[in-house]
């Protein structure tokens, strides 16, 4: 019983009245009751089913809404039953835990609760990346995009129900899903993550979206369960490979490009290095002079015996797309390309070099 009375706790902490089936009812029933009244049992009377318990049984309806002193069900965990022996046979449940089940029936017997009763939880879409070539990868080995959630506050909150969304005009694109067997499938404590793999193949878990992130900018969306109330949402511009963009320190109104660190904190650092994992067929040297104004030279050498199709753009600190320096094939050899920068404000530039599935980004600071 431990369990089911830390999530009561947390259900009063997160609700001001209405009381969700799935993820607090649900697990209590069959949690004491699941022996006898599961799926398959010789009783026919199936707890983990709303539909079911909803239903007349052989002594009635042992629901009955917005009446839970006169429901079976209530009856049935009371010391004085109808019929029959007091319920679960294995002794009796805390009574505080009986009339919280009464609570949730005199509410209504909702299976979802009014949204409109809920708590804005504190979360925040914390870190997202929108290519991702090399830096991580989900359970499968694959290296799919990802968005981050974070939980700033001093509550457990419970995802299930919610939705994401790369489409803020379609906000219920995809449904953060119900758990079937226990209290909830995603829980974040305060101060804990959880990780969404944008791969658009929800088939491969139940952290795998129905979508994937647009590179070249686009928008993601956090809402309650009843599609409409906003969460989190951003819109955000071009992304860079393997460079996560994300809120720094967590939660805050602050974003930065940063080291990918999907299920974790934040940090304030930038991957402008080659990883040394991924074979160097094209080198990108820093600009110079750095700080500049209002022309740099970057310089990058394409390795022995090779001939890749190099590009490099200028990104600003905004993830706006700025300017392309260089697109085309290149040899065996050293080559250098300079920027004007002078019809752009100043401020932090990357010049991101992509070549095949290589990319790296060196960072120069432009100052009038």
Known sequence: MKKYIAIIIMANSLLVSQIDYHSEIEPILTGNCGGCHTTGNTSGFNLASYDNLMSPGNHGLAIIPFDGAN?????????????????????????????????????????????DTLIHPALTINEFLAINNSCCTDENGEFDDYIEIFNSGDTMVVLDGMYLTDDLSEPTKFMIP?????????????G?????????????????????????????????????TTIDTLNYNV?????????????????IYTNPTPGFSNINELAIDAPDNIPQKVVLSPSYPNPFNP?????????????NHVTIQIIDSNGRYVDSIVDGQFKTGQYKAVWNAAVYPSGVYFFQLISGNYNQTQKAVYLK
Do not use: C
């Open 192 to 228: 804990g993550f959880v990780l969404f793999w944008a791969d658009d193949d929800s088939a491969q878990g139940i952290n795998h979206l129905n979508f994937k992130l647009s590179s070249s900018g686009g928008q993601i969306g956090l809402f309650m369960g009843d599609g409409e």
């Open 295 to 307: 022309t740099t030279t970057i310089q990058f050498n394409v390795g022995d015996g090779m001939e």
């Open 239 to 255: 992304q860079l490979s393997n460079i996560s963009y994300g809120r720094f320190p967590d939660g805050s109104d602050s974003w």
């Open 71 to 115: 429901s079976i069900l209530i009856q049935k965990l009371g010391p004085n039953p109808p019929f029959g022996n007091q319920m679960p046979q294995n002794g009796p449940l805390p009574q505080e835990t009986i009339d919280f089940i009464s609570q949730w029936i005199d509410e209504g017997a909702l299976e979802y609760p009014a949204v």
């Open 178 to 190: 119900y758990s079937d067997i226990d209290s909830a499938n995603f829980y974040i404590e305060p």
